[in-house]
Structure formats: structure tokens, C-alpha cells
């Protein structure tokens, strides 16, 4: 990947939060062309006879030989130990808005520093940053930038929030988790948008360390995963427990693709599972699906799909349900589930008419679950 | 209309030769005797016709052929780099022009670790990787069926003929790895495809054009062959041998090279790769497809020693 290209479309993930932080991002860092990878010693990994090792960061538990490198492309057995080449090496860099993420329960309006570095656990046919996911951290572009030069980063341009993104954060753990703790000893908060496709061990020990986690749950079959995701369901759905059980906020995204997840008996299934599981106070967002990397024969998601799906999400009684990639729509809006009345008004990303006060509807006083200040 | 596509595949020749007294002193091989074995090979290819003719049968004067090596498991279980360059300079005898042959892998790093001395002198045989300065990888994804990747601009564009010149070894997932699986190298993401025994995806990415429309030769370099274990180097399993499979069929190449492994497992006393569940199955969808014979029945082995 050239750097026009590079810029092209990683840079492009920063346009809708204004050019000026396209901008702010260029003049900051010096990509590095070189591979320059960084190697250090991996964690949740087993040593096995003859240099062999087995990682336990995620549900593939990839088995390597020496000089063989994970299903993820960031992680390589070297001589019988397991590094990953991407602690501090960040291939992509951005200044966003929250709810680009979209966290719409957590700090509205906060200006959010996010990072990821190349590489994925899974290989989602519909990936829409594939160029720098679904990629070897040799063949992308990328910077040192380690912790505490996020951390400073971030407080020098006001941003209360790091954000772990983009490609997915699971396969960059070290990073993120060494980051983190710097950050929360900053007073900054730590958000992770994630597939969730990792094991109960390193989910726990990432939970203290962040502030909120957003699930991206790409459907409620295990042969959707197989076939689109080339992953597995199941694990997602323990992580999202887990994470539900603990003090750490939770979203979800569920991207709606035409004719392959958004059957309404699956979407109705997805919906009742996850209020028996994370209650009805979590925020479940139904994302427009755009034609994309392998999956370019679909169209994008009709808007009755997303809004029969919000209406079965809602009849099946989870409280906050959004309809994202759909600027303008009304299900981009809060509303107060015991007066109906608007409580926070959106537009893509920006913020209109606030009615919370104290995390509190302005009109009736329900308490609105999130993180709000 | 697969299997009619079968039906009508000629029976496929795959030429085994041995050798006697390769390996000399100090891990050096016997040059003479290499080229006697590609000498012997390509005559074996074509009903006996001359060497040269041979080359020219397969390649047009001024064809830019790539070598594809396998150097990814370092210096002891790497396409060995004497063995490249004799064919490359070889080759030159038959009349290609050394500047139109280009031994290639992933990376520089990986071919030097391998051993390999990288050059790209013009009118010089090359020796280098994808990431080159100039080389690289296409932007645009090239899709087939399970694959989505993109090409190095070496396979792609640079080369307009290949030789898959692999190292035989056992693989822990595939079952083998050899000609098939070593164009895994000529795409920006092959760790993205080793579920389910690599199966379908070894097959699949083989069918992409600039895989299909320029492969013209399998050479497998069985000198040293992994037959447990691989694909990483264990000594314990690593067996040194004097063996060279050459064919045009890169299904009946990779099927012969698999029977070898089986046999070296057997004397070790190791069980068949279908009992341990990682039969090669790509060979046979590679069959499937029509990409070349697989079942034993359709291939014509011939063995010849030196």
C-alpha cells in the first residue's frame, strides 16, 4: 500500500469528524515505512515440546510451529516464543467523535483519540477496513506510538476517551491492555470496539483496565459465522455475558445484511437473548450494511429492514434500540422509556437538543443507564 | 461438467528422479549431479526429447519466468538456494535470458535467512522478494470462490511463467505442503487460510489467473524432506534424500510428493496423514476443479535414478 493510498483510506475514517482532524493527524506523525515491527514476548500463550506453542488469546487456539505465524498475522513463534509485532505500532490514528464508534451511552460529544494497528482474528466478508485488517503489520504502514505517547497525546488534544478500533483491538491485547492502565492512571477513559471473538482469561483481565466495550455481533448463527465471519458465535455470545456481569458499559452493534442475518426470527431471537443476558437497558444498534470488500453483490440494507428490526427489538422489550448509518432518521435519537419524550437528538454524529439532566430524564426524572459524565 | 472436464484430462506424467552421492561434505551438494537430475527430469517430461527442446516447449525465448521458492522455514527446510540457481542458470542453456528469471519469495529477509544472495544487477538471474522497493502487492483484490487476496505484483505482472520450485515437507494443517500451497506466498494474506486443512482455499487460489494462466512447471526439491511436524524444521523428522518430482500437473506433482511423505512416515512408524485427519483433501478438490489428477490410477509415475 502506497502512502496516498494509505492516507486514502485510513485518512478517510477521520473525514466525517472534519477534515481539520484529518489534518491535525497528518501533521503529527511520520509514518514509518520500514517494517520496524515491534517484538514482544506475547501473553496467554502455552509452550508445547520441540518450539512448538498454542495461543489462548482467542477461541482459534492456533498451534505453531517455529517461524509460523497466527491466523491474526500480528503473532509469530520465534524459536519456541511467541511475540506480537505490533505493540506500539499504530497504523491508524484519528481524532473521532464517540459516536462514530457509536457509543450513544457513554460521554455524548467527547472527543475520542483512536487507534489500531493492522491485523484481525477473524475475516469478515464485509469488512469495511479491511486494508489495514486483514493485513500483516509488514504490508501496512505504521508509526511508533508507544503508551505513554497515546496517553499524551490524547490529553493534549482534549480527548477524555482512547479508543481501541478499527482493525480489532483483541489481536493488539498487549498494546491496548499496557495502554489502558496508563490512561486510567491519566484520568482518561478506555473504550474497545471489538468482535468479541476472544477467550474468558483475557477478557477478564482487559475488564478492569477499560471503561466501556461495544460488541460487534455480526449475527445469531453459528453458520453465518462459519461462512461470512470465519469465526464462531458461541464465544462472542460468552464474552458478551461476561462483559454484561461486570461494572465495564456495553453496546451493540448488529450490522443488517440483506438476506443473510435479517431474518426476523433471528433478529427476534438476538433481541430476547440479549435482555435475558444484558438486560433491556442495553443499547443495540441495527447498522446499515454497504456493499463491501467480498460481499459487493448485496445491496445496502433497505431502510424497512432496519426499522423492522428495531421494531422487533423493541417489541421483544429492550429499551434502547438506534438505527445507525442512517443520518437523520429518528431511531438515531434517545428517548425516554418511561415518557416517550426525546432525551438526546442525533444526526450521524452530531448532537442536538439534550434533555438529561444528571443522567436523568429532564421531564419524568427515569434514570437513563449509561455513562454520562 | 466438472467431471467431464475429468474424463477428458489426459493421464498425467510425473517424473521422479533420484540421485546417488548428492549431499557431499559439509551440507554442500554435488552440482554436477543436479544438473544431470534436471537434465534427466525434463527429458523424462516430454517422451524423451532433448533437454533444450524440452525448455522450449515451455517457455517462449523471451518468457520472464519466476521461480517461486519456498524459503519461509529458514535456513534448514528452505527451497535450497543452489538448487535455485542451478536451475535458473540451467535454464539459461536452454536458452531463456538471465535477466527474464526472477527467484522470488514473500520477503528479502526470508530469502536471506534461507541463504539466498539477493540481486537485481539487470541482464543477472534475480533473487528477491515481494517487498522490494517497486514490487509489492496489487490494491485491487483478486476473488475466486473461498479466496479474496491480493497478488504480489511479482506473480501478477512481473512474470509471464512460473515455476513452483517448493520444498516437499509435512504440514500440520494441509497435510503437505509443496506446488500448490507455495504460491500461499504469492498473496498478501495465506494466514487467512489454513481452516479446514487449508481445504478448499489451496485449490481455489491456485484457479485465480495469475496463478492458472502462467503456471507452467512443478519441480519439488526433495532433497530434504519434513515427513512429521512441518512445517517448521525438527530434526527428529527431517530425513535427507536425493529426490527431485518434476511435472506440468501440479495436482499429480503434489500427489506424488504426498505418497513419498506417507512412505518416509510409514518407515518411521508413523501413522498415514488420513489416519491423523489431515489428508492432503485439497488434492482432490483440486481434481475436482480440473486442475490436474490427484488418484493415482490417472498418474504415470516415472522413476529414473542418476
Given amino acids: ?373 | 461438467m466438472v467431471l467431464g472436464k475429468l474424463n477428458k484430462m489426459a493421464q498425467s506424467r510425473v517424473v521422479v528422479i533420484h540421485g546417488r552421492g548428492v549431499h557431499i561434505s559439509n551440507g554442500q551438494i554435488d552440482e554436477t549431479k543436479i544438473i544431470h537430475m534436471f537434465q534427466r527430469g525434463f527429458q523424462h517430461l516430454k517422451n524423451g526429447i532433448s533437454p533444450s527442446d524440452c525448455i522450449r516447449s515451455l517457455f517462449h525465448s523471451d518468457e520472464h519466468i519466476g521461480l517461486k521458492v519456498n524459503t519461509l522455514g529458514g535456513p534448514k527446510i528452505s527451497t535450497n538456494p543452489t538448487i535455485s540457481l542451478l536451475l535458473a542458470h540451467w535454464l539459461t542453456k536452454g536458452g531463456l535470458k538471465p535477466g527474464n528469471l526472477l527467484i522470488w519469495d514473500r520477503s528479502n529477509a526470508e530469502l536471506r535467512q534461507a541463504g539466498y544472495r539477493l540481486t537485481d544487477n539487470p541482464g543477472d538471474i534475480q533473487i528477491f522478494g515481494t517487498d522490494k522497493p517497486g514490487a509489492g502487492y496489487e490494491n485491487a483484490l483478486t476473488v475466486n470462490q473461498s479466496i479474496g487476496s491480493r497478488f504480489s505484483r511479482i506473480q501478477s505482472r512481473s512474470i509471464s511463467a512460473s515455476i513452483s520450485l517448493a520444498i516437499l515437507k509435512d504440514h500440520g494443517l494441509a497435510g503437505i505442503t509443496a506446488g500448490m500451497k507455495n504460491y500461499f506466498g504469492a498473496i498478501h494474506n495465506p494466514n487467512k487460510y489454513h481452516d479446514f486443512n487449508c481445504n478448499p482455499f489451496i485449490a481455489d487460489l491456485f484457479e485465480t489467473p495469475p496463478i492458472l494462466q502462467k503456471h507452467k512447471l512443478t519441480i519439488l526439491d526433495g532433497l530434504n524432506i519434513q515427513f512429521h511436524r512441518g512445517p517448521s524444521f525438527h530434526a527428529k523428522w527431517n530425513q535427507k534424500e536425493e529426490i527431485f518430482i518434476f511435472s506440468t500437473d501440479p495436482v499429480a506433482a503434489d500427489a506424488t510428493g504426498w505418497r513419498l511423505i506417507e512412505k518416509l512416515r510409514a518407515s518411521a512408524g508413523l501413522p498415514t496423514l488420513k489416519e491423523e485427519k489431515r489428508e492432503p483433501a485439497y488434492l482432490f478438490t483440486a481434481e475436482r476443479k480440473g486442475l490436474g489428477r490427484a488418484n493415482l490410477k490417472y498418474i504415470e509415475v516415472i522413476e529414473d535414478e542418476i
Fill in chain 1, 1 to 373: 500500500m502506497d502512502r496516498r493510498h494509505f492516507i486514502k483510506t485510513t485518512g478517510g475514517l477521520s473525514l466525517t469528524a472534519g477534515s481539520g482532524l484529518l489534518n491535525t493527524c497528518s501533521r503529527l506523525y511520520a509514518f514509518d515505512t520500514s517494517a520496524n515491527l515491534s517484538r514482544k514476548e506475547a501473553r496467554y500463550y502455552k509452550k508445547h515440546p520441540d518450539r512448538e506453542i498454542e495461543c489462548l488469546l482467542c477461541p482459534r487456539f492456533c498451534k505453531l510451529g517455529d517461524r509460523e505465524r497466527g491466523y491474526c498475522g500480528v503473532r509469530e513463534n520465534i524459536d519456541g516464543t511467541y511475540y506480537t509485532f505490533v505493540y506500539g505500532k499504530a497504523c491508524a490514528v484519528h481524532l473521532d467523535p464517540i459516536e462514530k464508534k457509536p457509543f450513544f451511552h457513554f460521554l455524548p460529544q467527547s472527543r475520542t483519540l483512536s487507534l489500531a494497528t493492522a491485523g484481525c482474528n477473524v475475516n469478515c466478508k464485509f469488512c469495511q477496513n479491511w486494508e489495514i485488517s486483514q493485513v500483516r503489520p509488514e504490508q501496512v504502514e505504521h508509526q511508533d506510538f508507544p503508551p505513554h505517547q497515546v496517553v499524551l497525546t490524547a490529553q493534549k488534544y482534549d480527548s477524555p476517551i482512547i479508543a481501541y478500533t478499527y482493525t480489532e483491538p483483541i489481536v493488539f491485547f498487549e498494546y491496548m491492555i499496557d495502554t489502558s492502565i496508563e490512561a486510567q492512571k491519566a484520568g482518561l477513559r478506555n473504550v474497545v470496539v471489538t468482535g468479541g471473538h476472544i477467550n474468558p482469561e483475557p477478557l477478564q483481565d482487559l475488564l478492569p483496565a477499560v471503561d466501556a466495550i461495544k460488541i460487534d455481533l455480526k449475527a445469531f448463527s453459528e453458520l453465518f459465522y462459519t461462512e461470512y465471519v470465519r469465526g464462531k458465535l458461541q464465544p462472542v455470545l460468552d464474552a458478551i455475558k461476561i462483559i454484561a456481569q461486570s461494572s465495564v458499559w456495553l453496546e451493540i452493534v448488529y450490522l443488517v445484511i440483506p438476506s443473510l442475518n435479517d431474518s426476523p426470527e433471528e433478529i427476534r431471537q438476538m433481541s430476547r437473548w440479549l435482555k435475558q443476558t444484558a438486560g433491556k437497558d442495553v443499547p443495540l444498534h441495527f447498522s446499515r450494511f454497504y456493499p463491501m470488500y467480498l460481499l459487493k453483490n448485496l445491496p445496502p440494507t433497505p431502510t424497512s429492514t432496519l426499522e423492522r428490526c428495531h421494531r422487533i427489538a423493541r417489541e421483544e422489550g429492550l429499551h434502547y434500540v438506534y438505527i445507525g448509518n442512517i443520518p437523520g432518521h429518528k431511531a438515531e435519537n434517545t428517548y425516554c422509556p418511561q415518557c416517550q419524550k426525546l432525551l438526546i437528538q442525533r444526526t450521524g454524529y452530531s448532537i442536538g437538543e439534550k434533555n438529561l439532566e444528571e443522567g436523568r430524564c429532564k421531564y419524568c426524572g427515569q434514570p437513563i443507564p449509561g455513562i454520562w459524565k
